[in-house]
């Protein structure tokens, strides 16, 4: 049996810690919460390669076009599985990011015609913009071996952060990640 003030002592220590944690999860540095997603950081600036792509919709977009917005480039296919498991989070994140200084571009590298790629999204209801690169230009272009890789590029057009492999892209600690960006770029 523990003493009544050993059992006060240790709830004040867990009710302390608990408090603690939840106001270090709000005061983190940006890269702390690059860090806490798993988000490498360029080791030197790096301009990302400007490119011109068509969308499922066959109307071309340039990343030259996107600069002064926050720009998430997933490059992804509908053959890899831990891409298509990412896609529903990406769709909560532009749903939330929606209407700001966000742009999410998702492109394709699937061998397949457009209409197959466009299937696909359309039968997801995805909605945010879909490219589609069956050459796999990009790939080239940011020097990619792996998919899904997600490129986090800023207003300026440098690349701040690079991730591979499967996230969730709609956890909490992701939303705080990104509204720390476009709160950063806003100033």
């Excluded at 990302?48 to 068509?54: D, N, R, W």
């Excluded at 061998?111 to 197959?116: L, V």
């Excluded at 790939?139 to 998919?147: N, P």
Aim: aromatic residues 10%; glycine residues 6%.
């Amino acid at each position: 049996m523990i003493p009544l003030g050993r059992k006060i002592l240790l709830f004040f220590s867990l009710f302390v810690a608990i408090l603690g944690s939840v106001l270090a999860c709000h005061g983190e540095t940006l890269s702390q919460l690059f860090e806490k997603a798993r988000i490498t950081l360029p080791q030197r600036p790096l301009e990302a390669h400007g490119f011109v792509l068509p969308d499922v919709n066959g109307n071309q977009l340039s990343l030259e076009d996107l600069r002064g917005k926050i720009v998430f480039l997933n490059i992804w296919a509908i053959w890899c599985a831990p891409c298509r498991e990412e896609m529903p989070s990406i769709e909560k994140l532009h749903q939330r990011f929606q209407g700001r200084d966000f742009t999410i571009l998702a492109v394709s590298v699937d061998m397949a015609d457009t209409e197959f790629v466009k299937a696909f999204v359309d039968h997801h209801k995805y909605t945010f913009t879909i490219l589609h690169d069956p050459r796999g230009d990009i790939m080239k272009w940011f020097r990619v071996r792996l998919i899904p890789v997600t490129y986090l590029i800023d207003k300026s057009g440098m690349i701040i952060g690079k991730a591979i492999g499967f996230r969730d892209w709609s956890q909490e600690s992701m939303v705080r990640l990104f509204e720390e960006l476009l709160k950063k770029s806003e100033k």
